[in-house]
């Protein structure tokens, strides 16, 4: 390669450069007239960032690889776009380049995403970032970007134990104190739901209620406290009888409803059927020869009080041909 190949080729890189440089400062002047309008001292900012599309240049305020746990020693002299990206997590990394795309196209007037970004001790934080294309050639293609971004960390830690604690609270209200299955309201709720369900899919639905037999006598010779030992072991024995072919709720004092939901009406008797051999099966219920009687139905229409008076009526005739059965 001669003397003037090399000089003009100098000379080239050099007039690019300039380009850059000139084009950087535009912006930088352009981002201090509106910080004079807009403060930008939101907490979790890491400051503005620069990408130029040509050269694959990032620029950025050192508190961004900082957040990260780099040193800007660390980080190469020339950072390019995917120094970045490469550190997204997978499930963010498609709709964070989905999102940057949409935008260079200028499908959308802002490049806006949250993502999660792996640190240099390999946890995750969470960014906040915000750019927009500020300079296009001629022909629309996108030249120029500038950004900001803020870790959000902190406040995604307490959204995300926010969602932790109300789900606790919705399990905690939804939940019988006593035998730590469904409650009524629960219950009935989830009838309900199944109910329109069962219409809307033509699927069958079987509702049964369960009642401890004898169980105000147990209650006046043994007293309370072991009466409600019976309880919980009573629920807890149907709970795991049923696992996940129906749910079972406390309907009111020793009173069990039970759902049985998209299936037939002989799957449902073995199922009653094993759940009332359990409990008279049942180790630590054995010395108190406990028994229990149910009634089902397979609901048809109405609404959700039709159905339970249903299978209230076949559980009393349980009762009275002689109990520990299931008649339906």
């Not at 043994?222 to 996940?244: C, M, P, Q, S």
């Not at 129906?246 to 049985?260: A, D, N």
């Not at 759940?275 to 009634?295: D, H, Q, V, Y």
Request: charged share 35%; hydrophobic share 35%; glycine share 6%.
């Amino acid at each position: 390669m001669n003397a003037e190949k090399i000089s003009e080729r100098s000379k080239e890189e050099l007039l690019l450069k300039i380009t850059e440089q000139e084009m950087l400062i535009d912006e930088l002047l352009a981002e201090k007239a509106a910080e004079a309008k807009l403060d930008y001292s939101w907490k979790g900012n890491l400051g503005h960032w620069y990408w130029n599309v040509q050269s694959n240049d990032v620029i950025f305020n050192p508190l961004k690889v900082e957040a990260l746990g780099y040193t800007m020693g660390e980080v190469p002299e020339k950072v390019p776009y995917d120094f970045f990206t490469s550190k997204l997590h997978p499930d963010d990394f498609e709709p964070v380049m989905d999102n940057m795309r949409e935008h260079l196209k200028g499908s959308t007037p802002v490049y806006e995403v949250e993502y999660r970004i792996k640190a240099k001790d390999g946890q995750w934080k969470w960014y906040y970032d915000r750019g927009k294309v500020t300079r296009r050639s001629k022909d629309g293609a996108p030249l120029f970007l500038s950004g900001i971004v803020f870790d959000i960390t902190e406040q995604k830690t307490k959204e995300e134990n926010l969602v932790d604690l109300m789900s606790t609270l919705i399990e905690l209200v939804d939940k019988d104190e006593l035998t730590q299955i469904r409650n009524r309201r629960s219950i009935i709720r989830e009838l309900k739901a199944r109910i329109v369900e069962s219409a809307i899919q033509d699927y069958s639905l079987i509702v049964s209620m369960f009642d401890i037999d004898d169980f105000k006598r147990l209650n006046d010779t043994k007293g309370h406290v072991h009466g409600d030992y019976v309880l919980k072991e009573t629920a807890k024995t149907i709970e795991n009888t049923l696992k996940r072919k129906g749910c079972v709720g406390r309907y009111g004092g020793e009173e069990f409803l039970i759902l049985l939901p998209n299936i037939s009406k002989k799957q449902a008797i073995k199922i009653l059927e094993d759940c009332r051999s359990a409990i008279e099966t049942n180790e630590f219920l054995k010395n108190e020869s406990l028994t229990i009687s149910g009634g089902f139905t397979v609901y048809a229409q109405g609404d959700f009080e039709d159905v339970l008076r249903d299978a209230d009526k076949h559980l009393y005739k349980a009762k009275e041909n002689g109990k520990n059965q299931i008649i339906g």
